[in-house]
Every structure is written in C-alpha cells, then in structure tokens.
C-alpha cells in the first residue's frame, strides 16, 4: 500500500543518513521534522466516499421532500387565504341580513301601531252609533214613522220634525259607515302586521343562517393557519436536517482526504529532510574525516514562501479584519477602502460613506504579495486549479451561484471567512453548501 511504501522509504532514507552521519562524526543541527499526523488507509477513504456516496443520495431524497413540503405550504397559503375571504363575505352577508331584519321588526311594529289606532277608531265608531240608537228611542218609537209628521200642529212644527227625522238618520247611516271602514282597516292592519313580522323572522333566521356561515368559515380559517403554521415549523425542522445532513456528508468526504493531504506533504517534508541531511553528511564526509562540520554553511539556505506559509499568512491578513464593515466595491491588497456607489441597495446601506471590504475585495487583500487577484468574484474563480470540494483545503476560495456572485475564503473544519452583504461586517461562519459551486480555485499550491 501507498502509506507502508513511503513509510519504508522515509525510515530508510532516515536510518542511511543517520547511519551516515554517525560514522562520519557529524551532530545534526536542522529541525526535527514533527510527528507524522495520521494517515487513513485507501480502504478507510473508499468506505469514506462510499458512505458518503450514500448520504449524497439521502440528502437528494430530501431535497425533494423539502420541495414537495414547500409546494404544500404554498398550496395551504392559497386555501388560507380563500378561507378568509369567504369568511369576510359571510360576515358581510350577515350584516345585510340583520339590518333586514331589524327593518322588518320596525315595519311589524307601525303595522302594530296603525292596527291598534283601528281598533280605537272601531270603538269610537261603535260608541257613536250607539248614541244614535239611544237618541233615536228617547224621541219615540215612531219617529221615522208617517205618524210623525202627523202629529204636528203647524206647518213649522212639520218642517221641524223633518228636519230632526232627516238628521237623526243620517248620523246613524253615518256612524255605520265610520265604523265599518273602521273594522276593515283593523284587518288591514292586522294582516299587514302579521305579513310584516313573518318577514322579520325570516329576515332573523337569515341573519343567523348568515351568522353560523360566518362562525363556521372563520373556524376553518383559523384551524387552516394553525395547520399553515405547523407545516412551517416541519419544513424549517426538515430543511435544517437537510443542511446538517449535507454538511456531515461533505465533512466525511473531505475529512479523510485532508488527512491523506496533510500526510502527504509531512511525508514529503520529511523526505526533504532526510535527503538534506543525507546532503549535509556527504559534503562533510568529502572535505575530511576529521571536519567538524563548519563547512556546512555552504548548503542551500532555507526555504522561504512555502505552500502552508503562504496560505497561512493569507488566513492571518483576512483574520485581522474580523468585525471590519462591508462596503462594496471596498479593498485591494493594501487593506479596507472606501465602498462605490452602485445605484441600489448597497448606496441605500450607505455604503459609498463606509470604510471596509466586498467578498473579492477581502480576498484581493488576503492574498495581497503573493496572488495578483481581479476585484470580481467571477474573474476569481478562475484565478487558480479548480479542485472539488470533497477536497477542498485550508486557503481555498469558494464561490457561489450558476454566475457567480460571492467568493469567501475556507479556514477548514467546515468554517470560513467572509465579507458577506451590505449592512453585515466580515465574519467567520460555517460554510453554506446551499449554491455552493462544487469546485474550489487553490491559489497556491
């Protein structure tokens, strides 16, 4: 296997050179090169990729039950929606009812009224008539006879009698006719008071058909949100499950590849080491047994500018700039400049005014000395080796969106740093793998 090859040959590289300088009298004086960190076997990364693989799988199951989930709410909004508007014309319809009604009621209360006023007229009517009646035998019963005007004495007396008889009668014809029109506008009135209430409790029994509508529309409506409000708590739940899980799963992947990374370049370090070392005892070994050594200035002197150096001073140049506000079109590789105008949000978050860095801005300044970097994310991307995310290394850029709109720098551990949005400050945060490009652009090397 890879790892016992390269073990062997590092212990045999270290064992000949030791041997070597043991014998030729020789006291080492470069670093010791640190322990070797751990190395996962190729078996242990296949069952890795695979597991991975897996999750890979579940995670897509999952993605289309948040969609489908999101697709319900939508769905449930829409029916909530209608619910209230029903229960709104519901509450409108009884209104219109129960001022039917209550219309209705005062109708059937005048038509109450006027019948009563009848009856009082009736009443007067019959009172009237009966005072005629009564007149009528206090003058005789003859009167209205022929012996009536017979009996008088004179012709006066004649024309008298006539003229009682005459007005006797007709405040008799009178008073009946008062009060039959009496008695038919009672019925009259008692029918259109019996017409009217009817209408005033079929009005009512709308106004309560309108009102039970109403109740029962408004129930739905409630017991609809409630249902809305919990399908959102299981989609928030469910979505939050989705990333974790994605993010466990792009952790597995890249976890054992970082360990076999890291193995790697201590093994070559190592080898470096060793071969210095071997280098070292070979050019004292030629200028004499009895050297002590002094001679050894003349090697090379040492490296400077190295991957993980690099990378590491690009991780310390955008750290030092935690908590510095965002401001767009800000930063270039001497640090945080004014932000520019852009006709949109970021001139509504001021941030012309403001002192700071954008996304491309914070990594134009990271890599400032070592990277020549265009200030636009999308130009960024293609600055460096593309590598995929599974194995993605401390100092790699990542970008996201189809056209790509924000790049942030990766600390490893699954965090990363970034200049994030008007408004925000540079920060440290977990990475989002929602939109996520699924390359990374290594700048070094």
């Known amino acids: ?129 009966d005072g005629f009646v009564a007149g009528s035998y206090q003058q005789g019963s003859t009167m209205g006879s022929i012996s009536a005007y017979l009996g008088s004495t004179s012709p006066q007396d004649l024309l008298a009698r006539a003229q009682l008889l005459s007005s006797v009668s007709g405040s008799q014809l009178n008073g009946l006719e008062l009060m039959e029109q009496a008695q038919t506008d009672k019925s009259n009135k008692d029918a259109a008071a019996r017409a009217a209430l009817e209408l005033a409790q079929q009005k009512r029994a709308a106004a309560q058909a309108a009102k039970r509508t109403a109740d029962t529309a408004q129930a739905a409506a ?56 071997a280098r070292q005892a070979a050019l004292a070994a030629s200028k004499g047994s009895g050297s002590s050594g002094g001679g050894g200035g003349g090697g090379v002197a040492p490296a400077t500018g190295s991957t993980g150096s690099a990378v590491e001073r690009a991780i310390a140049r955008a750290m030092s700039q935690l908590g510095m506000p965002y401001a767009w079109g800000g930063g270039n590789a001497s640090g945080p400049t004014r932000g520019i105008r852009d006709g949109g949000v970021a001139d509504a978050y001021g941030d012309y005014r403001k002192i700071g860095f954008d996304c491309s801005g914070l990594m134009i300044y990271a890599y400032g000395g070592m990277v020549s970097l265009p200030h636009y994310s999308g130009y960024q991307y293609n600055a460096g080796r593309h590598v995929p995310l599974s194995q993605m290394r401390r100092g790699d850029l990542l970008f996201w969106g189809n056209d790509i709109h924000h790049v942030a720098l990766y600390l490893g551990n699954g965090m990363m740093i970034e200049a994030p949005e008007s408004g925000m400050v540079v920060r440290v945060t977990p990475v989002r793998y929602g939109g996520i490009v699924p390359y990374a652009t290594r700048l070094v090397g």
């Open 1 to 129: 296997m890879l790892k016992t090859g390269r073990e062997r040959l590092s212990h045999w590289a270290a064992a000949g050179a030791l041997a070597l300088a043991a014998t030729l009298g020789i006291t080492g004086t470069a670093a010791a090169v640190p322990p070797p960190p751990p190395n996962p076997s190729d078996n242990e990364i296949s069952s890795s990729q695979a597991q991975a693989n897996a999750k890979a799988g579940e995670v897509g199951q999952l993605t289309n039950q948040l969609a489908e989930a999101e697709s319900r709410l939508t769905d449930l909004q829409d029916q909530v929606e209608l619910k209230m508007e029903q229960a709104n014309k519901a509450l409108v319809d009884q209104q219109a009812a129960e001022d039917a009604a209550d219309k209705a009621q005062a109708d059937a209360d005048a038509a109450r009224r006027e019948s009563d006023a009848a009856a009082q007229q009736i009443e007067a009517a019959r009172k009237q008539l």
């Open 222 to 277: 409630v017991a609809a949100q409630q249902g809305q409000a919990a399908q959102a708590a299981a989609l928030e739940s469910s979505k939050n499950a989705v990333e974790q899980q994605l993010y466990d799963a792009q952790q597995r992947v890249s976890g054992l590849q970082g360990q076999r990374q890291r193995y790697q370049d201590w093994l070559a370090q190592k080898q470096r080491e060793d071969e210095e070392r």
